[in-house]
């Protein structure tokens, strides 16, 4: 991921965090961002405790920590 779409996504987790109190809230906020700028198709995952195996395009990934709510972001086809 660009260095450029790495701050997007740490600058709009934030506002998740600050804005919902749902962490499915959160996930929903920060796809449909990510979808409306930079086209679909876009997942995103919130929470303390998961893990995850997933298959994604070239350059259409983060995991990222806000406090201690991890946000994993990915792209596919």
């Not at 998740?16 to 198709?41: C, H, P, Q, S, W």
Request: proline share 0%; aromatic share 14%; glycine share 6%.
């Amino acid at each position: 991921m660009s260095k450029e779409m790495e701050e997007l996504a740490a600058k709009v987790a934030l506002s998740a965090v600050l804005n919902f109190k749902v962490e499915k809230d959160m996930a929903a906020y920060l796809k449909k961002e990510f979808e409306r700028i930079n086209g679909e198709t876009w997942h995103c995952i919130v929470g303390k405790d998961f893990g995850s195996y997933v298959t994604h395009v070239k350059g259409g990934f983060i995991y990222l920590y806000v406090d201690d709510l991890a946000f994993l972001l990915y792209k596919t086809v």
